[in-house]
C-alpha cells in the first residue's frame, strides 16, 4: 500500500508532466487554435486528450511545420468525432388535427 509520501510525489511528477505538455501544446499552437481546443475540452474531455496527442505526435515526428492553426484544430476534430459536428438530427412529429390558427379569441 503506497505511503502518504509516495502518493504526493506520484501526484507532484504527474502535475509537472501535465504542466509540461501545456507548455509544449502552447508553444506549437496559435492562441486562437488552443482556445478551441480548451473549449472541447470543457465539454468533451476524451476527445481533447485525443486531439492533443494528436499534436504532440506529429512534433515529435516532424510532421508539423510552424504554428498549428485553428482551421487544423478544426480538422482534427472532425476526424476524430467523426464527422458529427452537426450533431443528432431532431425531427417533430405533430399530432394532426391540432390547429393553432383556430384559436380566434
Do not use: C, W
Amino acid at each position: 500500500m503506497p505511503t502518504q509520501e509516495e502518493a504526493a510525489e506520484r501526484e507532484a511528477k504527474a502535475k509537472a508532466q501535465e504542466e509540461q505538455k501545456q507548455a509544449m501544446l502552447a508553444s506549437v499552437m496559435e492562441p486562437a487554435a488552443k482556445e478551441r481546443l480548451n473549449r472541447v475540452a470543457l465539454v468533451k474531455p476524451d476527445v481533447a486528450a485525443k486531439i492533443e496527442m494528436m499534436i504532440l505526435g506529429a512534433v515529435q515526428r516532424g510532421a508539423i511545420q510552424g504554428r498549428v492553426s485553428e482551421a487544423q484544430v478544426i480538422g482534427m476534430l472532425e476526424k476524430v468525432g467523426g464527422g458529427t459536428a452537426a450533431g443528432p438530427k431532431i425531427s417533430f412529429h405533430r399530432k394532426p388535427g391540432f390547429d393553432d390558427e383556430e384559436d380566434d379569441f
